[in-house]
């Protein structure tokens, strides 16, 4: 149990649709990052955020997008849904900016985009 | 690519015996971080190396790194049916803030 909690945990969306996926922190940690594990697959960095502000992108379109509270709990958004972007998100909660402990990951919420 | 590269890619044994996996990566590193994930759920961190170690253990885990190589090694003694899981190598390059994952190895582990 590593005390970072995702929802939910399960979705079906139709192609078009916008969806938000939501992450709390672990108790102390202020920085969370987001990936996308396509089936069969290693996770893919979407972005990360510190202390409310976006701190590093990966190789996602726009439509990704993200939000972290003062309370460092964090939000990922994706509008105008993709066949493809049919996955596992994952949250991994952490303390700094840079990668230099472990990460705690949620349990993920399994998107299908039908 | 930069990512950790896993290998073998798919592994089966027996209970009991020892479990040995690989990662390559091509860019130098920070650190580098093991992952072990039940199912298609959340990942658990089992061990982090840092580029100046070169060997760490963890109960039955045991992780060295050589630089020089560009690659380093999860070995898992005397598995159990519950190791059974994928394994995922994920490096971490200086002044970034991203763990980048290869693609992991499967491990079943027959009782």
């Known amino acids: 149990e590593t005390g970072v909690t995702q929802s939910p945990t399960h979705l079906i969306k139709t192609r078009g649709q916008q969806v938000t996926l939501r992450c709390s922190s672990q108790?102390?940690?202020?920085?969370v990052s987001w990936y996308q594990q396509a089936l069969g697959q290693g996770p893919q960095f979407i972005f990360q955020?510190?202390?409310?502000?976006?701190?590093g992108r990966g190789n996602f379109p726009p439509r990704f997008s993200g939000l972290q509270f003062p309370n460092y709990s964090s939000e990922l958004n994706v509008n105008a849904l993709e066949l493809d972007d049919s996955a596992l998100y994952l949250c991994?909660?952490?303390?700094?900016?840079?990668?230099?402990?472990?990460?705690?990951f949620g349990q993920g919420t399994r998107l299908t985009v039908v | 690519s930069q990512q950790g590269e896993e290998d073998p890619q798919a592994l089966s044994i027996q209970e009991g015996e020892n479990a040995t996996m690989n990662c390559s990566y091509k860019?130098?590193?920070?650190?580098l971080q093991w992952y072990r994930q039940n199912s298609g759920r959340g990942l658990v961190h089992l061990i982090l190396i840092r580029s100046n170690e070169r060997e760490k253990h963890s109960g039955r885990l045991r992780v060295t790194l050589d630089t020089s190589k560009k690659s380093s090694s999860l070995l898992i003694t005397a598995s159990r049916a519950a190791d059974t899981a994928s394994y995922f190598c994920a490096t971490v390059f200086y002044g970034n803030n991203r763990l980048a994952f290869g693609k992991g190895n499967q491990v079943v582990v027959i009782p």
């Open positions: 955020y510190y202390r409310e502000e976006e701190n």
């Open positions: 108790s102390g940690h202020n920085t």
């Open positions: 991994a909660s952490s303390s700094g900016n840079q990668m230099n402990t472990e990460a705690f």
């Open positions: 860019t130098s590193i920070n650190n």
